[in-house]
């Protein structure tokens, strides 16, 4: 009766009669039942509803597939590229600032990236840069896989200062982008890559800018992977892959599209 006395016992669930204490005696399982309950496997992290490596990247290449759906059709039909482009910022931003991720709209994103990444690639190579679609390819995938081999032997690991570094050189890189494009819709400059196409030692200043944009995008694929790292180790809901989906497929398509202006400024429209 003493440990009865606390007073977190005094619910009725924790105060059992006789004929309830009877009753439970004639419940309890056997031995033979308890014996089988401990002898089954524990439940998977699909079971539990937790994410997985193997569900991210399920995940992840039914985006690509799409992906690569979108950019057949923006190849064929490169006009919609620039529609395409719009509609994919205002879905990238529905997908940052939305709380819950859903599914549909990071394959929406996927799709409609797909189709801007195929249309600009024709016009490049519409543009006296023939091949230069799978010469961008080819480095984009170099880069993604270094990066995710260097990341998995521990070689690359996100930090906290570099992620500052990193945040600065962004939103650095961001305003340049605007200013750059306000001069070109304005024509305050008719060159084709813009301040771009200044030089500054010699070289190219997209050239010098487009490998330090390389290296921030290879960072961001660091920040990407590391985020599925920790959702699978903390045992984050399963439908927090999409979100990681989401920031790689963005990130791959940024790294394919400053590796494809890399190509053109080094071709100078040969």
Do not use: C, H
Not at 83 to 90: H, K, L, Q, R, S
Request: proline share 4%; net charge positive; hydrophobic share 55%.
């Amino acid at each position: 009766m003493a440990a009865m006395s606390n007073p977190a016992f005094n619910s009725p669930a924790f105060q059992l009669n006789q004929s309830s204490a009877a009753l439970n005696k004639m419940n309890a399982p056997s031995a033979e039942q308890l014996d089988e309950l401990y002898g089954r496997p524990s439940a998977t992290p699909e079971q539990t509803d937790r994410m997985t490596y193997e569900d991210t990247i399920q995940k992840a290449v039914g985006a690509f597939a799409i992906l690569a759906v979108g950019a057949a059709i923006g190849w064929f039909v490169p006009a919609l590229a620039i529609p395409a482009a719009i509609v994919g910022f205002v879905l990238a931003l529905v997908n940052i600032f939305k709380k819950k991720t859903v599914p549909a709209l990071v394959l929406a994103y996927s799709a409609v990236q797909g189709v801007f990444v195929g249309g600009i690639s024709q016009i490049f190579e519409q543009t006296n840069y023939q091949g230069i679609a799978t010469q961008a390819l080819i480095g984009t995938a170099a880069v993604f896989i270094a990066t995710l081999l260097l990341f998995r032997s521990g070689k690359i690991r996100a930090s906290k200062k570099a992620t500052k570094i990193f945040l600065i050189a962004m939103v650095g890189y961001a305003l340049f982008g605007l200013v750059n494009l306000g001069l070109m819709v304005f024509g305050v400059t008719d060159s084709q890559f813009g301040l771009r196409d200044m030089t500054f030692l010699g070289m190219p200043l997209g050239l010098i800018l487009g490998v330090l944009v390389v290296l921030l995008a290879a960072y961001s694929l660091v920040l990407d992977f590391d985020a599925v790292k920790q959702g699978v180790e903390n045992g984050a809901p399963r439908t927090f892959a999409w979100r990681a989906v989401f920031g790689i497929v963005l990130t791959v398509v940024w790294l394919y599209i400053e590796i494809l202006r890399i190509l053109a400024i080094l071709r100078g429209g040969e």
